[in-house]
């Protein structure tokens, strides 16, 4: 497997501490509400709020980190929420 430098590094955008993650659930982006698609890692995910988004959403973000994931919004489905949409 080959790594790029934006794997490891983190990306501070107004308090979120993004870092490259490949996604085991499905997972919608809290930008852009899309789902997060495709093979090795999909997005970015912040290690304070758990924040989910695309690579290309990350630096749209409005608002700041909370800094708890209990006060996010969640942005990962189950399959079985997923097929009642």
């Given at each position: 497997?080959?790594?790029?430098?934006?794997?490891?590094?983190?990306h501070?955008?107004?308090?979120h501490?993004?870092?490259?993650?490949?996604?085991r659930?499905?997972?919608?982006?809290?930008?852009?509400?899309?789902?997060?698609?495709?093979?090795?890692?999909?997005?970015y995910?912040c290690?304070?709020?758990?924040?989910?988004?695309?690579?290309?959403?990350?630096?749209?973000?409005?608002?700041?980190?909370?800094?708890?994931?209990?006060?996010?919004?969640?942005?990962?489905?189950?399959?079985k929420?997923?097929?009642?949409?």
């Open positions: 497997m080959i790594f790029s430098f934006d794997d490891f590094r983190v501070d955008v107004k308090g501490r993004f870092l490259a993650k490949f996604f659930q499905p997972t919608f982006c809290a930008f852009c509400k899309e789902f997060l698609w495709g093979f090795g890692k999909q997005g995910q290690q304070s709020c758990q924040t989910a988004v695309h690579k290309k959403c990350h630096d749209k973000l409005l608002g700041k980190c909370p800094g708890s994931g209990r006060n996010s919004e969640s942005t990962i489905v189950s399959f929420n997923l097929i009642h949409i």
